[in-house]
Protein backbone atom coordinates (compact mmCIF):
# COMPACT_ATOMS: atom_id res chain seq x y z
CA UNK A 1 0.00 0.00 0.00
CA UNK A 2 2.78 2.09 1.14
CA UNK A 3 4.49 1.69 -2.73
CA UNK A 4 0.95 1.94 -4.77
CA UNK A 5 1.01 5.68 -2.41
CA UNK A 6 4.58 6.32 -3.13
CA UNK A 7 3.56 5.97 -7.07
CA UNK A 8 0.69 7.84 -7.42
CA UNK A 9 2.53 10.98 -5.46
CA UNK A 10 5.39 10.25 -8.27
CA UNK A 11 3.09 10.06 -11.36
CA UNK A 12 0.89 13.46 -9.51
CA UNK A 13 4.80 15.30 -9.55
CA UNK A 14 5.16 14.57 -12.94
CA UNK A 15 2.24 15.33 -14.35
CA UNK A 16 2.35 18.88 -12.25
CA UNK A 17 5.59 19.72 -12.90
CA UNK A 18 5.10 18.40 -17.28
CA UNK A 19 2.34 20.69 -17.24
CA UNK A 20 4.13 23.91 -15.50
CA UNK A 21 6.69 23.03 -17.95
CA UNK A 22 4.26 23.45 -21.40
CA UNK A 23 2.94 26.47 -19.78
CA UNK A 24 6.15 28.21 -18.95
CA UNK A 25 6.72 27.20 -22.21
CA UNK A 26 4.13 28.88 -24.08
CA UNK A 27 3.61 31.88 -22.28
CA UNK A 28 7.11 32.70 -22.51
CA UNK A 29 7.43 32.55 -26.23
CA UNK A 30 4.02 35.07 -26.29
CA UNK A 31 5.76 37.12 -23.96
CA UNK A 32 9.34 37.39 -26.21
CA UNK A 33 8.73 38.45 -29.61
CA UNK A 34 9.56 35.36 -32.15
CA UNK A 35 9.98 37.19 -34.98
CA UNK A 36 12.86 39.20 -33.87
CA UNK A 37 15.58 37.71 -35.54
CA UNK A 38 18.31 40.72 -35.41
CA UNK A 39 19.30 42.07 -31.95
CA UNK A 40 19.35 45.65 -30.87
CA UNK A 41 22.72 45.48 -31.16
CA UNK A 42 22.74 44.66 -35.07
CA UNK A 43 19.75 46.94 -35.66
CA UNK A 44 22.05 49.66 -34.09
CA UNK A 45 24.93 49.30 -36.34
CA UNK A 46 22.77 48.50 -39.50
CA UNK A 47 20.80 51.83 -38.81
CA UNK A 48 24.26 53.59 -38.43
CA UNK A 49 25.99 52.33 -41.90
CA UNK A 50 22.80 53.21 -43.73
CA UNK A 51 23.01 56.93 -42.17
CA UNK A 52 26.69 57.30 -42.99
CA UNK A 53 26.37 56.11 -46.06
CA UNK A 54 23.49 58.92 -47.11
CA UNK A 55 23.72 61.46 -44.52
CA UNK A 56 21.15 63.75 -46.33
CA UNK A 57 18.50 61.76 -45.99
CA UNK A 58 16.19 60.36 -48.85
CA UNK A 59 17.90 60.82 -52.48
CA UNK A 60 15.17 61.40 -55.61
CA UNK A 61 16.37 61.85 -59.28
CA UNK A 62 15.42 63.96 -61.67
CA UNK A 63 13.29 66.48 -59.62
CA UNK A 64 11.20 69.33 -60.53
CA UNK A 65 10.09 72.07 -58.36
CA UNK A 66 8.45 75.43 -59.75
CA UNK A 67 6.35 77.98 -58.23
CA UNK A 68 6.10 82.32 -58.27
CA UNK A 69 8.33 84.35 -55.50
CA UNK A 70 6.96 87.18 -53.86
CA UNK A 71 7.43 89.91 -56.35
CA UNK A 72 5.58 87.50 -58.64
CA UNK A 73 8.32 86.44 -61.20
CA UNK A 74 7.40 82.56 -61.93
CA UNK A 75 10.58 79.64 -61.68
CA UNK A 76 11.30 76.36 -62.37
CA UNK A 77 14.14 74.69 -60.63
CA UNK A 78 15.31 71.21 -61.73
CA UNK A 79 18.29 68.61 -60.37
CA UNK A 80 19.18 65.38 -61.69
CA UNK A 81 19.91 64.43 -58.10
CA UNK A 82 18.31 65.92 -54.50
CA UNK A 83 18.46 65.09 -50.99
CA UNK A 84 16.68 65.96 -48.21
CA UNK A 85 18.08 67.62 -45.13
CA UNK A 86 17.42 65.04 -42.23
CA UNK A 87 18.32 68.33 -39.89
CA UNK A 88 16.64 70.54 -41.50
CA UNK A 89 13.04 69.25 -43.32
CA UNK A 90 12.61 72.38 -45.23
CA UNK A 91 16.40 72.39 -47.11
CA UNK A 92 17.28 70.43 -49.71
CA UNK A 93 20.42 69.80 -51.40
CA UNK A 94 20.65 69.32 -55.01
CA UNK A 95 23.27 68.08 -57.61
CA UNK A 96 23.89 69.11 -61.36
CA UNK A 97 20.74 72.15 -61.15
CA UNK A 98 19.63 74.42 -63.67
CA UNK A 99 17.39 76.83 -62.96
CA UNK A 100 15.10 79.47 -65.14
CA UNK A 101 13.63 82.78 -63.91
CA UNK A 102 10.51 84.27 -65.75
CA UNK A 103 10.80 87.87 -64.77
CA UNK A 104 7.54 90.29 -64.88
CA UNK A 105 9.83 92.52 -67.55
CA UNK A 106 9.97 89.39 -69.84
CA UNK A 107 13.60 88.59 -69.29
CA UNK A 108 14.82 84.77 -68.35
CA UNK A 109 17.53 84.56 -66.24
CA UNK A 110 19.55 81.00 -66.83
CA UNK A 111 21.36 79.57 -63.47
CA UNK A 112 23.24 76.60 -63.60
CA UNK A 113 26.06 74.68 -61.33
CA UNK A 114 26.92 71.65 -59.59
CA UNK A 115 25.89 71.87 -56.59
CA UNK A 116 22.33 73.84 -54.67
CA UNK A 117 20.46 74.46 -51.95
CA UNK A 118 16.68 74.36 -52.34
CA UNK A 119 14.50 76.28 -48.84
CA UNK A 120 11.27 74.58 -49.95
CA UNK A 121 9.35 77.53 -47.56
CA UNK A 122 11.33 80.72 -48.16
CA UNK A 123 11.84 79.51 -51.81
CA UNK A 124 15.49 80.89 -51.36
CA UNK A 125 18.13 78.97 -53.79
CA UNK A 126 21.75 78.79 -53.26
CA UNK A 127 24.08 77.30 -56.41
CA UNK A 128 27.40 76.47 -55.63
CA UNK A 129 30.38 74.96 -57.95
CA UNK A 130 30.58 76.01 -61.46
CA UNK A 131 27.75 78.56 -61.74
CA UNK A 132 27.09 80.13 -65.12
CA UNK A 133 24.21 82.18 -65.76
CA UNK A 134 23.21 83.73 -68.98
CA UNK A 135 21.24 87.19 -68.93
CA UNK A 136 20.15 89.41 -71.61
CA UNK A 137 23.15 88.26 -73.83
CA UNK A 138 25.88 88.40 -71.50
CA UNK A 139 27.13 85.34 -69.94
CA UNK A 140 28.16 84.86 -66.42
CA UNK A 141 30.63 82.52 -64.32
CA UNK A 142 31.29 82.71 -60.55
CA UNK A 143 31.80 79.96 -58.17
CA UNK A 144 28.58 80.77 -55.66
CA UNK A 145 24.96 82.46 -56.39
CA UNK A 146 22.37 82.65 -53.77
CA UNK A 147 18.55 84.01 -54.64
CA UNK A 148 16.89 85.71 -51.94
CA UNK A 149 12.98 85.38 -52.36
CA UNK A 150 12.08 87.50 -49.59
CA UNK A 151 14.52 89.71 -50.96
CA UNK A 152 14.25 89.90 -54.01
CA UNK A 153 17.73 89.88 -55.06
CA UNK A 154 20.54 87.61 -56.60
CA UNK A 155 24.05 87.28 -54.86
CA UNK A 156 26.35 86.75 -56.95
CA UNK A 157 30.05 85.73 -55.63
CA UNK A 158 33.55 84.66 -55.68
CA UNK A 159 35.45 84.47 -58.72
CA UNK A 160 32.91 86.54 -61.08
CA UNK A 161 33.09 87.09 -64.89
CA UNK A 162 30.84 88.48 -66.87
CA UNK A 163 31.50 88.66 -70.64
CA UNK A 164 29.21 89.94 -73.29
CA UNK A 165 29.85 92.15 -76.55
CA UNK A 166 31.33 95.02 -74.77
CA UNK A 167 34.23 93.31 -73.19
CA UNK A 168 34.90 90.99 -70.55
CA UNK A 169 35.07 92.09 -66.45
CA UNK A 170 36.13 90.58 -63.66
CA UNK A 171 34.22 91.77 -60.47
CA UNK A 172 34.34 90.04 -56.66
CA UNK A 173 30.82 90.68 -56.13
CA UNK A 174 27.62 91.29 -58.14
CA UNK A 175 23.75 92.03 -56.42
CA UNK A 176 21.17 91.44 -59.02
CA UNK A 177 18.18 93.72 -57.58
CA UNK A 178 14.94 91.58 -59.30
CA UNK A 179 12.38 94.54 -58.26
CA UNK A 180 14.86 97.53 -59.84
CA UNK A 181 16.00 95.98 -62.62
CA UNK A 182 19.37 97.46 -61.37
CA UNK A 183 23.24 95.73 -60.53
CA UNK A 184 25.67 96.82 -58.15
CA UNK A 185 29.49 95.09 -58.74
CA UNK A 186 31.99 95.27 -56.30
CA UNK A 187 35.32 95.26 -58.29
CA UNK A 188 38.50 93.49 -57.01
CA UNK A 189 39.76 96.79 -55.83
CA UNK A 190 36.67 97.17 -53.56
CA UNK A 191 35.07 99.76 -55.56
CA UNK A 192 31.59 100.02 -56.29
CA UNK A 193 29.60 100.71 -59.97
CA UNK A 194 26.19 100.62 -60.40
CA UNK A 195 24.52 99.69 -63.44
CA UNK A 196 21.17 100.05 -64.89
CA UNK A 197 20.07 97.10 -66.82
CA UNK A 198 16.89 98.55 -68.69
CA UNK A 199 17.56 98.31 -71.93
CA UNK A 200 15.71 99.18 -75.24
Given at each position: ???????????????????????????G???????????????D???????????????????E?????????R?????K???????????????????????????I?????N??????K??????????????????????????N???N???I?????????????L??????D???????????????????????
Amino acid sequence: MIRYTKVKLLQFFLLAAGTLLIIFTYTGFKNKPSEEILSLEAKDEINKKIKDKNPSGDTFFNVEYSGIDLAGNRYILRAKEANNDITNSELINLKYVKATFYFKNNKILYVSSNFGLYNNKTLDIVFRDNVNSMYEGSKLFAEEAEYNNSENFIIISQNVKITDIKGTMLAEKLIFDIEKNTLEISSLEDDKVYTNLKRK
